[in-house]
Nanobody
Framework: QVQLVESGGGLVQAGGSLRLSCAAS????????MGWYRRAPGKQRELVAT???????NYADSVKGRFTISSDNAKNTVYLQMHTLKPEDTAIYYC??????????WGQGTQVTVSS
């Protein structure tokens, strides 16, 4: 089992920045990949970014050039640095981990609200 705990969400004005953190614990060695997803009000959950520092990364078109996913393997933590935030980035952001055996783990989510 893998446990994921997000932090770093909050309220920010448009154009501002936030950094989300996701600390993983438990069976760390079973994790194949990690990423961030989000669910905006009235919408389905969507991929934001996946990957780790030094490896392949993938971003949603809507966040390319503004968001960066990175990791600190020593701390078993994945980050999502968000710049130039827009009101449409308002959502609950979820950390995700994918296991080598196909397992999927989710954090509890952290709210990001961008005011115009």
């Amino acid at each position: 089992q893998v446990q994921l705990v997000e932090s770093g969400g909050g309220l920010v004005q448009a154009g501002g920045s936030l950094r989300l953190s996701c600390a993983a614990s438990g069976s760390i060695g079973t994790i194949k990949n990690m990423g961030w997803y989000r669910r905006a009000p009235g919408k389905q959950r969507e991929l934001v970014a996946t990957g780790r520092s030094g490896g392949n990364t993938n971003y949603a078109d809507s966040v390319k050039g503004r968001f960066t996913i990175s990791s600190d393997n020593a701390k078993n933590t994945v980050y999502l640095q968000m710049h130039t935030l827009k009101p449409e980035d308002t959502a609950i952001y979820y950390c995700n981990a994918e296991g080598w055996g196909g397992e999927t783990y989710w954090g509890q989510g952290t709210q990001v609200t961008v005011s115009s």
